[in-house]
């Protein structure tokens, strides 16, 4: 279930290791990193100071943008479980001034939603 979750776009979580390897590079003196999520070639890291989403662009995945969002530009954010078959969850988050969510990301069973939920509202609503 696991690559074919992967290929609907679905996230997993990623080591702890392999973010500070990969990303370490992007953090200011005094930040840390808290848990990371992998979309295929896509990730976003949730850091002590703001959320960090990398998307990686065109047939080799060589042109990355790494864009950053401060907790406090986000006004609201929600979670969505799956039903009984379906162990999929759902994150949306909104940027102020943002009708519709401004990140949409697909969970697969082997993340624990509601973990997620809890380190963004720690850091929105703190």
């Known amino acids: 279930m696991g690559i ?43 850091t002590s100071k703001r959320l960090i989403l990398v998307d990686k662009q065109g047939l080799t995945g060589k042109k990355v943008e790494y864009k950053s969002i401060t907790y406090k530009s ?16 759902e994150l949306k988050i909104w940027i102020s001034g943002e009708q519709q969510p401004s990140m949409v990301k697909k969970f697969n069973k082997s993340v624990n939603v509601y973990d997620v939920q809890k380190v963004l509202a720690r850091h929105v609503l703190g």
């Not at 992967?6 to 500070?20: D, F, M, T």
Request: net charge negative.
């Open 4 to 46: 074919f979750s992967s290929l609907l776009g679905n996230a997993g979580a990623v080591e702890p290791e392999k973010l500070r390897a990969d990303y370490g590079q992007l953090l200011i003196d005094g930040e840390e990193l808290e848990i990371g999520f992998k979309l295929i070639r896509d990730t976003f890291i949730f």
């Open 74 to 89: 986000i006004t609201r954010f929600s979670i969505e479980t799956a039903g009984t078959f379906d162990l999929d969850a």
